[in-house]
């Protein structure tokens, strides 16, 4: 499939403020900089990704819509990803919503693992090896790495975006960066 890279002017809300930091910045939404890893991971390009995303997004605001499209898109684009969705808040934990992959856990008891972390401390957790976090809950064997971004509107959580990769250790820096810059375009594209 094609995707659009053109972008308009049309938004379903503000600018959206971004994890990610340029040089200099500190952003107060927990940016973990300076994480650095060895790997033979192809470099993805992640600016041309976020543009896809603004123009796969740009005529719809629908949050069902747009996220089923983005967590495929995600799933389709990033490589060495066995899983990409989200989980939406609710009294009791989170519940799963659109995602790309094999069938997940529909719920994520509050308090218990490491989507439920990352709502909490309102920044993104990469976890290299979930075998060594106490905390992760297992959908699929084959995970062996995991990255968590919170969906944060005005400094809220509202709910989380997770991948997972049958690698150890598969989220670098830069795909923590890149992976935030595509959720920040996600958010400012929807309705939420
Ligand atoms: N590993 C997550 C659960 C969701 S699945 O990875 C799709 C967690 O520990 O919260």
Known sequence: M??????????????YPRLRAGPGCDRAEGFDRGRQKSGTM???????????????LE????????????????YAEVPAINWAGFYLPTPDGLVLGPFGGKPACSRLPAG????NRALAEKRTVVVDDVSQAPDHIYC??????????????????????????PQLARFSAEDQT???????????????
Do not use: H, W
């Open 140 to 165: 699929d064997s084959a995970s062996k790495s995991e990255m968590v971004v919170p969906l944060l509107i005005n400094g809220e959580p509202r709910g989380v975006f997770d991948l997972d990769s």
């Open 59 to 74: 005529d719809e605001c629908d949050f069902i819509a747009n996220a089923a499209n983005f967590a495929a898109f995600v």
């Open 178 to 192: 890149g992976i935030e810059g595509l959720v920040a375009a996600f958010l400012e594209a929807t309705s939420i």
């Open 2 to 15: 094609l995707y659009p890279i053109e972008l308009r002017a049309r938004a379903c809300r503000p600018p």
């Open 112 to 115: 218990k693992g490491v989507c």
């Open 42 to 56: 192809q470099a993805v390009d992640y600016v041309l990704l976020e543009r896809q995303v603004r123009g796969l």
